[in-house]
C-alpha cells in the first residue's frame, strides 16, 4: 500500500531506513512522531519490519545446492593450470640486440629478439597474452648465461624448457632434433627432415623451425640450405645467424643477402658416424648434403664425441685455418 | 619470490571469499552449475587482477563486483531463459530436511518471497540480494554495479518497495512477538 498524504510519501524512506535498522536519530525521531499519529504509516513500518524479519530468516535458512566442494576442486585445478601457464618475462640488452626470455613454472618457454622500433608493450602483450608479468628477478640467472654464450665463454644452455607453445607434434620432433645437434656443427632443413623419419618434409621443417618459440637455446641456426646458404633466421636477420655461428666457430662467406658455409672448408662427417674427416676423405664431395653434419673446428666435433677419421687422419693434416 | 607469496595469499582469499562468492551466485541464478561455473571465472578472473590490486583493498567487495559483472553478463547471454530457470528451480526445489513446527517463515510465503524478489529487474534484485543477503553495505554495492552510493540506496529500497507490495496479504505482522 503506498503512503496517501504527501507528508506520509516524505516520510517513507525513513520509514524503510527504521525498519532496516539503518536509521540517522533524526530520521528515526521523525519516523516515531509520524506514526504516533498516523495508522497508516504505524501499519506500514510493521510491515517493513515483518519484511526485515523474513529478510533475515532467508538469509539464516540453508540454501537449496549449497555445497561449493565440487566448484572449489575445479577451482584449484584451474588455478594450478593457469599458473603453469603463467609466463613471468625479462627484456635484456645483447649483442644481437634486445632479447625478451619468459619462464613459467615448468622452465624456459620463450626467447624472443625484439624489433628495434615500435610499441614493447603491444609487442610484448602479442607474443605471451594478457597473464604475462615483468620479472627481472626470475630471468635475471638466463640473462647472465645468455650473454656468456653469446660471447662464447658457455657452449651449453641447461635450461628447464616448457615445451607448451609447440604447435604441433611434428614441430616438437623437429625441435627435439634440432637441439641434439652438437655446438660448432650445421646440417641442413634435408638432414633434419631425414634425422625425423620424414624425409620429404624439407619445407614443414623449415616452417617449423621459422616458428620455433626458443631460438639460440633450440639451436635453429645450425640448420642451413642444401646449397651452404643460412637461408633465413628471425624474419630476415639472417646476419644473426652468421654471428651465432662465428660465435661457434662456423665461418661463413658473404653471399648475395646472405652468407654461405663453404662445405670445402669444413670437417665434415655422414650423420650417424662416429668420425669426423676432412671434406675430400672419400666420397664426402659426392654426398648429399643431406647425409652430413659439418663442424668449424676439430675441437667442435671432438667435443661433440667424435673422433678423427683413421684414413684422411684430420688430426694430422687440419684444414687451413 | 614476490609472485610466490602473492600466490599463497590468494590460496587464502579463495578460503575465506569462495564459499559466500558461490552462495551469492547460487541466489542470483538460481542453479548450482551456474553458481559452480561463474564462482570459478570469478576466481580465475581475480587471480589475474590480483597482483595489481592495491594493499589494503576491500577484497570481498572487489570480489562481489567481479560476480556481479559476471552474473550480468551471463544474464544478458541468457536472455529470457533465466526466469524459466529460476521458476522451475523453485518448483523443484525440495523441502528442507528437519523443518521445526514453529517455523516462523511458512513454505508458501518463502517461496513467494522467492519469486517476487527473482521478478525484480536486474539491478534493484542484485543491489537487494548484496544488501539483504551478504549485508554489504551501500557504498560496496554502488561500486559492484558502476552507480553511486545514493542509486544502490534507491535500487534497495525500490525492490524493497515492490517486494512489500508484491506479498501484500502475506506478511505476518507481529511476527517479532511470536518468536
Known amino acids: 500500500m503506498s503512503p496517501q498524504y504527501p507528508v506520509c510519501r516524505a516520510i517513507e524512506p525513513d520509514l524503510l531506513s527504521v525498519a532496516a535498522g539503518e536509521a540517522g536519530v533524526a530520521a528515526a525521531g521523525r519516523v516515531e512522531v509520524h506514526v504516533a499519529g498516523c495508522r497508516l504509516c504505524r501499519e506500514e513500518l510493521a510491515h517493513y519490519r515483518a519484511l526485515e524479519g523474513m529478510m533475515d530468516t532467508l538469509r539464516r535458512a540453508p540454501l537449496p545446492d549449497d555445497d561449493a566442494t565440487l566448484a572449489r576442486a575445479q577451482l584449484a585445478s584451474r588455478l594450478a593450470d593457469l599458473r603453469s601457464r603463467l609466463v613471468g618475462f625479462g627484456i635484456f640488452s645483447s649483442p644481437l640486440g634486445r632479447i625478451l626470455i619468459g619462464r613459467s613454472e615448468q622452465g624456459v618457454a620463450l626467447v624472443q629478439y625484439l624489433p628495434a622500433r615500435g610499441s614493447l608493450p603491444a609487442h610484448v602483450q602479442r607474443l605471451l597474452g594478457e597473464d604475462a608479468v615483468e620479472d627481472r628477478a626470475a630471468t635475471e640467472g638466463l640473462r647472465a648465461e645468455l650473454v656468456e654464450y653469446l660471447e662464447g665463454r658457455r657452449a651449453r644452455l641447461d635450461w628447464p624448457l616448457d615445451l607448451r607453445r609447440m604447435r604441433s607434434d611434428f614441430q616438437r620432433r623437429v625441435l627435439e632434433a634440432t637441439a641434439a645437434l652438437p655446438y660448432g656443427a650445421v646440417t641442413s632443413y634435408a638432414g633434419i627432415a631425414a634425422r625425423i623419419g620424414a624425409p620429404s618434409a624439407v619445407r614443414p621443417v623449415a616452417q617449423a623451425l621459422r616458428w620455433n618459440p626458443l631460438p639460440i637455446v633450440i639451436p635453429c641456426h645450425r640448420v642451413i640450405g642444401t646449397s651452404g646458404a643460412l637461408t633465413g633466421y628471425a624474419g630476415r636477420r639472417v646476419e644473426l645467424k652468421q654471428r651465432l655461428l662465428a660465435v661457434e666457430g662456423v665461418k661463413t662467406v658473404a653471399a648475395r643477402n646472405d652468407f654461405k658455409v663453404d662445405r670445402g672448408a669444413m670437417y665434415t662427417m655422414v650423420t650417424g658416424d662416429l668420425e669426423y674427416c676432412i671434406p675430400t676423405c672419400g666420397s664426402l664431395p659426392s654426398q648429399s648434403m643431406s647425409t652430413l653434419t659439418l663442424f668449424g673446428t676439430r675441437e667442435g666435433a671432438e667435443a661433440a664425441g667424435f673422433a678423427p677419421c683413421t684414413s684422411c687422419r684430420p688430426d694430422l693434416h687440419p684444414l687451413p685455418a | ?179
Open chain 2, 1 to 179: 619470490m614476490g609472485r610466490v607469496m602473492a600466490e599463497d595469499a590468494f590460496e587464502a582469499v579463495v578460503g575465506a571469499h569462495h564459499a559466500e562468492i558461490r552462495r551469492y551466485l547460487l541466489r542470483i541464478t538460481a542453479r548450482g552449475s551456474d553458481a559452480d561455473d561463474l564462482s570459478q571465472e570469478t576466481f580465475l578472473r581475480a587471480f589475474r587482477a590480483y597482483r595489481a590490486l592495491p594493499p589494503g583493498s576491500n577484497v570481498r567487495a572487489w570480489l562481489f563486483t567481479i560476480a556481479t559483472n559476471l552474473g550480468r553478463n551471463h544474464f544478458r547471454a541468457q536472455g529470457r531463459r533465466r526466469r524459466a530457470y529460476a521458476a522451475a528451480a523453485l518448483e523443484l526445489r525440495p523441502d528442507a530436511p528437519d523443518r521445526a513446527d514453529g517455523q516462523v517463515l511458512a513454505d508458501e510465503t518463502r517461496e513467494r518471497l522467492e519469486r517476487v524478489i527473482t521478478g525484480l529487474p536486474a539491478k534493484q534484485r542484485l543491489a537487494f540480494i548484496m544488501r539483504k543477503m551478504h549485508e554489504l553495505d551501500y557504498s560496496e554495492i554502488g561500486a559492484s554495479l558502476s552507480c553511486s552510493e545514493e542509486s544502490a540506496r534507491a535500487h534497495v529500497f525500490q525492490a524493497l518497495r515492490k517486494v512489500r507490495r508484491g506479498l501484500d496479504g502475506h506478511l505476518p505482522i507481529g511476527m517479532e512477538s511470536r518468536s
